[in-house]
């Protein structure tokens, strides 16, 4: 904690081709979304949309109205490109239709 009553958080966001961490200093009782925008991680990567993009705690999904506590790492979660059951499942049609073209 620091001595003037802040707390210590940190902003993640992770691209394929590059992630960003940054420490800030928050008053007591901010929430996610202050976090976030205080961290101006928005307009650095200004394809963030906080009504689109999923936030979290250490990895736990939370609501941007969650009140953080010295040492949380927020982090900004991109959109997912595929659903990983639809994803799994076509893998593994793919793997049996390999193996009966193979007998």
């Known amino acids: 904690m ?10 993640a966001y992770a691209r394929p081709d590059q992630q960003q ?5 928050v008053a007591p009782g ?3 979304q202050e976090a ?3 961290s101006g991680i928005l307009h650095k990567y200004p394809e963030i949309r906080l009504d689109k993009n999923k936030v979290g ?4 999904l ?4 969650v009140l953080l ?11 997912l490109l595929a659903d990983p059951k639809a994803a799994r499942k076509k893998r593994a ?8 073209t193979e007998s």
């Open 2 to 11: 620091a001595h003037d009553g802040r707390i210590s958080v940190e902003v």
């Open 21 to 25: 961490i940054i420490a800030l200093q």
């Open 30 to 32: 901010c929430t996610i």
């Open 36 to 38: 976030i925008e205080q």
């Open 57 to 60: 705690i250490f990895g736990k």
């Open 62 to 65: 939370s609501q941007l109205q």
């Open 69 to 79: 506590r010295a040492g949380d790492r927020v982090e900004i979660y991109r959109p």
């Open 93 to 100: 049609a793919r793997k049996k239709s390999a193996s009966i």
